[in-house]
Nanobody
Framework: QVQLAESGGGLVQPGGSLRLSCTAS????????IGWFRQAPGKEREGVSC??????????DYADSVKGRFTISRDNAKNTVYLHMNSLKPEDTAVYYC???????????????WGQGTQVTVSS
């Protein structure tokens, strides 16, 4: 059974950091592009970043608001993709999801597999 599971969310103060993990089971993550999305209350799901499959691991940053603060990376040996989030702001508060498809895209509906999401709350 193909599954993605996010972890690492939580409550953090403004300016703090978190590292989110997206771990796959039932398939090899290396064969897929993995995107991170987020959805804040009352807002549409927003593409954050994506890392392509295979050796190239090309990174696509979709959200201007996180450029320079968030970094995506993958560890194929652990079948895991990470989202490193630094200098967090209250407006980063959202449920963060990872998703898989063959090629990177910022169109959420094009992804084949989704995790259940992890809550990130940035507040003092």
């Amino acid at each position: 059974q193909v599954q993605l599971a996010e972890s690492g969310g939580g409550l953090v103060q403004p300016g703090g950091s978190l590292r989110l993990s997206c771990t796959a089971s039932g398939f090899t993550l290396d064969y897929y592009a993995i995107g991170w999305f987020r959805q804040a209350p009352g807002k549409e799901r927003e593409g954050v970043s994506c890392i392509s499959s295979g050796d190239t691991s090309t990174v696509y940053d979709y959200a201007d608001s996180v450029k320079g603060r968030f970094t995506i990376s993958r560890d194929n040996a652990k079948n895991t993709v990470y989202l490193h989030m630094n200098s967090l702001k209250p407006e980063d508060t959202a449920v963060y999801y990872c998703a898989a498809r063959w090629f990177c895209s910022d169109y959420a509906n094009s992804y084949d597999y989704w995790g259940q999401g992890t809550q990130v709350t940035v507040s003092s």
